[in-house]
């Protein structure tokens, strides 16, 4: 086994060979490079202005907005949206690093779960996959329900009001774990797991040592996958978070949209008491602005995760 | 079933060694079978409510689940009861299987795109970009695009008119909604799906492209009989697991987008859609558990045929 | 094979769930004297609205007068007002620790939750207490579901006035005999009128949220009773003469371009210069609406102003069916009820932190002088302050306790209550539809009234094609089920009455 994982400096080198070999044959023609190009520009800036177009609106003047509807060159600038949340919010700073917790804690446990739940899943002398499959597939489509989940999550884990109740549900699921077997299953050569384990290697330093470095594209998009799943989650921090005090970002913020939300909804029910409710609240703004505060952060983590996904960047280690 | 044609293979004695001979793994799938068993399959008591008329008559719940007045299947009348009930799945089942398939072809065509262009600093920069629209939710498009379709002072209305065309009533015309619906919703998940097989394709052995080059095979070449072959197993299992969901629909889309205008309802009324409104008024729990079971349960029932036509084709690429 | 594995799993779990759920509950806490050497129970509530800075502060101030006064303490959690009912939903149907709620006829569904179960029968706690005395009967009466009292109801103003809402400037300025105003068809000259002088002002406003003027009470809708109809006959609204005839003047006026064209799926756009728009009003509404706009409005009553369930049960606090101490939060409903520092203090923070007590004008004293629910002084809220504890006056208690603000007039509470007094019963005033027979029937009924409710409502399509279709599909989801389901019911109850 030893002799068969490269050292660094020759890896390194192989890597520079086939990147150069790459130049050689590999490569499109610049024309289709052009168009490909071309293409991928006019997707991006779909996608890339509706999101300046958010920034921008997040500064207008809500009243000005209202006068001369969405507009990129806006004609009156505030901050009053902003300057809401931040005195709206209990302590958006403090609700940020909780969510900052929660989601570093919880991917990380979450990688773990998955990865070992996964890669027992993936090994095809397993005696038990199909149980253990089975197992995660049921609950891939039924769940008890919010009413049952408050009770277990409440009655029997005792997690009310605890940080864990916001970590715990969400590190795992069927999907991911499904999606990383298959990633294992693809990537991982058997002649590899089968020599190392005539090396006499147990499944976890396999595990650990081999399975984890060669797969790092997809332990990295499940990653990706988990850290976005905690950054956005407030139901949870809804059902099970009463303590003020551990309140993370997005709940701090959905909560203030969907008060405003809902009176402006039930205008024709609640009467003036709903405006009277609802006096002083920026509308359309402020909705651009919790766009922009919730966002931005993780956008910055993104490419963290990305140089994973780059092709060129990370080359199966093993080989031969 | 399947254990038990084993057991019959094997003298009952061998439960134990087997035991043994699959400790380490055993071990790893532990973990998560742990957080299976407390956080999915505990709470599945729930589903029982689905055929209770649920009261309160004393203290906690279980005492009320097993005390309230059993309904069988009546809490599921209502998913049938309006003449609607055909147009409704008609509408879920067409739009979920346009997604499964575009869900598949768009972002597996931009993975292939993002990996070839030449640049690789480009293609981090599209792929950030194509990710952004993740993360706004559908109040905030539905507010994006309104400032498009609005009748009054829409940029849509304002071309149109510019070139002396008839204004259009964009919310009350139906013919124009399924498209917008679904280029919508690919607008919005094709960065966060494309990840997955940015990651594959990230995944595999370098040396298949090494010697298809030395065979002089061209680039197109290479996708069609290496990339593509070897993307096979992750689109077989993503495409089995989309087709669970097929009698579900994401809210936000069909409510928030079309701005709940009534006249758009023959092509934005779907399951959940009509769920949702059915029940603010009542709020049985019974009914809404039904619903959800109802759901899941068709889409468990196609699963499972999808994996059957898939095992029977391609074993080894099935979910279980 | 897997069906076994399922079924020993879910024995397990329940078992699980069980005994923990048992653990939980016996566990006992230490009991807390006050002064006196009584014990001090802490009750847990739940309100609708967003939770207030300051509200552990004010909480502080509250219990260390409770606790001597009546032996208990408070520990109130809030629920944002677009997730109250789905919270309250699960606190409530768990089966979690709570002892009172903010419920209401809009929000964490009062019948509902009465008739489910989830509240406790209040009758003879509150027989002889002295909210139940100066509380007005009829909110008491509107409290009772089946001839039981499972709520004490916030007093408030008991009916909604549903109003035209008119722009000062434009009125002035043309002269509209607004108080000559009423129907829908008086508003025509007007509309007309605004439509070709002023180019850049809607005539009628309308949103989303609008709905038509109906004369009746919405029981189940669209199965009501007309305002006024003694025979109390179930009709179908969109089947009324009125209705109809409603439906044909705004399809009109949406065709002469009086309705701004996006009414249907319009949210309130400040911006936008309107004549008239529709409100639900109450006394001084024109202040509120003046303010939320910025510019003076006046308004008129489309109708007179009727007392139904929907109306009447604006606010109440129920408490829980399981509660091991119902004496105690009945009392303490009383007490904030009747004992004006404390509800001051819940309403409006603390004095002197969040506001102050400032003299009633002379004048203005001498000519209240005589009337109910007026208060020696008046008060002025902190500017800096007063957004870190603002709270809706309804969510805890009633209004006509609460002192007036600076700039309101100090009869404020008076002229409610006159309001209230001049309101008109609906003939169905009292009762309550058991809606279970048709369940079934009356879920189809949400997406049938939203398809076609707000585009007829508004004019935006034409009744005589749409109509039709709405009635169609109503007839398919068994609309004549319910109306014979009530029907029965309701000759049932005056039969009884």
Redesign the interface.
């Known amino acids: 086994m030893a002799g068969k994982v490269m050292s660094k400096r020759k890896m390194e080198k192989r890597i520079k060979k086939?990147e150069a070999?790459?130049c050689r044959?590999?490569?499109?023609k610049t024309p289709?490079?052009i168009i490909?190009?071309i293409?991928?520009?006019v997707?991006?800036?779909?996608?890339?202005i509706?999101?300046i177009?958010?920034i921008i609106i997040s500064f207008t003047d809500e009243?000005s907005l209202?006068?001369n509807?969405?507009r990129f060159i806006p004609e009156k600038l505030s901050f009053y949206a902003y300057e809401y949340i931040i005195?709206?919010g209990?302590n958006i700073l403090r609700s940020y690093g909780v969510t900052i917790f929660i989601t570093i804690v919880g991917t990380i446990i979450g990688l773990?779960?998955?990865g070992?739940?996964a890669?027992?899943?993936s090994?095809k002398t397993?005696?038990?996959?199909?149980?253990?499959?089975?197992?995660?597939?049921?609950?891939?489509?039924?769940?008890?329900?919010?009413?049952?989940?408050?009770?277990?999550v409440?009655?029997?884990?005792?997690l009310k009001d605890s940080l864990w109740a916001l970590i715990?549900?969400l590190?795992?699921n069927s999907?991911n774990?499904?999606?990383l077997r298959?990633?294992f299953?693809?990537?991982i050569?058997d002649a590899v797991v089968e020599s190392a384990k005539i090396d006499g290697a147990?499944?976890?330093r396999l595990?650990f040592q081999i399975v984890i470095p060669m797969?790092l594209?997809?332990l990295?998009?499940i990653g990706?996958?988990l850290t976005?799943g905690y950054w956005n989650d407030w139901f949870n921090a809804?059902?099970y978070m009463?303590n003020?005090d551990l309140i993370p970002l997005q709940y701090l913020l959905i909560?203030?949209?969907?008060?405003i939300?809902?009176?402006?909804?039930?205008?024709?029910?609640?009467?003036?008491?709903g405006?009277?409710?609802a006096?002083n609240m920026p509308?359309?703004t402020i909705?651009?602005a919790i766009?922009v505060i919730?966002?931005l952060p993780?956008?910055f983590a993104?490419?963290f995760f990305?140089r994973?996904?780059?092709?060129?960047?990370?080359?199966?280690a093993v080989?031969e | 079933m399947r254990v038990n044609t084993k057991k019959a293979d094997k003298p009952k004695g061998n439960f134990l060694s087997r035991l043994k001979a699959n400790k380490e793994l055993l071990i790893l799938s532990m973990p998560g079978a742990i957080w299976f068993l407390f956080f999915a399959y505990l709470p599945l008591f729930g589903i029982l409510v689905a055929f209770k008329k649920f009261r309160l008559s004393g203290d906690g719940f279980f005492y009320n689940l097993f005390t309230s007045e059993t309904v069988w299947f009546d809490n599921f009348k209502f998913l049938f009861s309006s003449g609607d009930a055909w147009i409704i799945v008609r509408n879920t089942v067409l739009y979920n299987f346009t997604f499964i398939i575009l869900g598949v072809a768009v972002p597996v065509v931009l993975a292939l795109l993002l990996n070839e262009i030449k640049n690789k600093g480009m293609m981090k920069i599209y792929q950030s970009s194509m990710f952004l629209p993740y993360f706004l939710s559908w109040v905030v498009v539905s507010y994006c695009v309104f400032a498009f379709l609005n009748p009054e002072k829409g940029y849509f209305n304002a071309v149109i008119q510019q070139f002396g065309g008839e204004p259009v009533s964009w919310y009350t015309e139906t013919k124009f909604w399924p498209f917008i619906i679904i280029f919508m919703s690919q607008w919005k998940g094709m960065g966060y799906n494309t990840v997955v097989y940015l990651a594959s394709i990230c995944g595999i052995d370098k040396t298949y492209y090494e010697a298809a080059v030395l065979d002089g095979a061209t680039k197109w070449q290479q996708i069609k009989y290496i990339t593509l072959p070897l993307l096979k197993p992750v689109i077989t299992i993503l495409l089995i697991m989309s087709v669970g969901g097929i009698f579900k629909a994401d809210f936000g889309l069909f409510y928030q987008l079309p701005k709940n205008s009534g006249p758009l309802y023959p092509v934005t009324n779907v399951l959940d859609t009509y769920i949702f409104r059915a029940l603010k008024t009542s709020g049985e729990i019974g009914m809404s558990s039904a619903a959800a079971l109802f759901q899941s349960t068709v889409g468990f029932v196609l699963i499972m045929i999808a994996n059957k036509i898939v095992s029977k084709v391609d074993n080894e690429n099935a979910l279980f | 094979m897997k069906f076994n594995m399922f079924k020993r799993f879910a024995a397990a779990g329940l078992a699980a769930v069980m005994t923990a759920g048992l653990l939980a509950g016996c566990g006992g806490k230490k009991a807390e004297t006050n002064s006196s050497g009584d014990e001090v129970v802490e009750l847990t509530w739940w309100q609708i609205g967003d939770a207030q800075k300051d509200q552990d502060q004010v909480l502080d101030k509250v219990n260390e007068y409770i606790s001597e006064k009546i032996g208990v303490k408070l520990k109130v959690n809030t629920a944002g007002w677009g997730d109250y009912d789905q919270k309250m939903q699960v606190v409530i149907n768990t089966g979690d620790d709570w002892d009172l709620c903010f419920t209401c006829s809009w929000a964490n569904n009062y019948l509902q939750n009465a008739n489910k179960g989830a509240f406790l029968q209040i009758d003879d706690y509150i027989k002889d207490t002295e909210m139940y005395k100066t509380i007005d009967e009829r909110f008491w009466e509107a409290a009772k579901v089946q001839d039981k009292t499972y709520g004490v109801p916030s007093e408030k103003e008991i009916g909604s006035m549903p109003m035209w809402v008119f722009t000062k400037e434009y009125v002035d300025k043309y002269d509209v005999p607004v108080d000559e105003i009423h129907s829908l068809e008086d508003l025509e000259p007007w509309l007309e009128l605004i439509k070709e002088k002023e180019k850049d002002v809607v005539p009628m406003y309308l949103t989303s949220s609008y709905s038509a003027p109906i004369y009746m009470d919405l029981i189940q809708n669209p199965v009501d009773i007309e305002y006024g109809d003694d025979t109390l006959t179930v009709k179908n609204v969109f089947e009324t003469e009125k209705m109809k005839s409603t439906l044909d003047t705004m399809r009109k006026y949406y065709l002469a371009g009086y309705i701004n064209k996006d009414a249907a799926t319009a949210s309130d756009d400040k911006a936008v210069k309107r004549f008239v728009t529709k409100g639900d009003g109450q006394p001084y509404a024109e202040l509120v609406w003046g303010k939320d706009l910025g510019y003076e409005v006046v308004a008129t009553p489309i109708m007179d102003t009727y007392v139904t369930n929907l109306s009447a049960r604006g606010a109440l606090t129920a408490i829980n069916a399981q509660t091991k101490h119902p004496e105690k939060a009945v009392e303490l409903l009383n007490l904030i009820n009747t004992d004006e520092y404390l509800r001051n203090l819940l309403n409006y923070g603390i004095e002197g932190e969040h506001w102050d007590k400032v003299e009633v004008p002379a004048d203005e004293a001498a000519e209240a002088e005589g009337k109910p629910y007026v208060y020696e002084n008046k008060i002025k809220l902190n500017e800096e302050t007063r957004k870190n504890y603002s709270v809706s006056y309804w969510v805890q208690g009633g209004l006509f306790n609460t002192y007036v603000l600076e700039n309101e007039p100090v009869d404020k509470w008076a002229t409610f209550k006159e309001f209230n007094d001049s309101s008109v019963e609906a003939p169905s005033f009292g009762f309550d539809f058991d809606l279970e027979p048709v369940s079934t029937e009356v879920a189809g009924f949400g997406n049938v009234l939203d398809e076609f409710g707000k585009s007829l409502y508004t004019g935006s399509v034409d009744p005589e094609e749409y109509l039709p279709k709405l009635q169609e599909k109503l007839e398919a989801t068994g609309i004549d089920k319910v109306i014979e389901e009530m029907q029965k019911q309701i000759d049932e109850w005056k039969e009884a009455k």
């Open positions: 086939i070999e790459e044959y590999n490569q499109i289709t490079n490909f190009n293409l991928l520009t997707l991006s800036l779909i996608c890339v509706p999101f177009f958010v009243a209202s006068m509807g969405y005195s709206a209990e773990l779960l998955t070992t739940y890669y027992a899943l090994r397993y005696a038990y996959r199909k149980f253990f499959t089975t197992v995660i597939t049921i609950p891939m489509l039924f769940s008890g329900g919010m009413i049952a989940n408050y009770l277990i409440t009655k029997v884990l005792m715990l549900p590190c795992l999907f774990i499904i999606v298959t990633f299953k693809t990537s050569p147990s499944e976890w595990f797969a594209p997809g990295a998009t990706l996958f976005l809804m059902m009463d003020k909560q203030i949209e969907s008060s939300d809902w009176l402006a909804n039930n205008k024709a029910t609640m009467g003036v008491d405006i009277t409710a006096a509308k359309e909705k651009m766009v919730s966002t993780i956008i993104y490419p990305q994973y996904f780059v092709n060129g960047l990370t080359v199966g080989k």
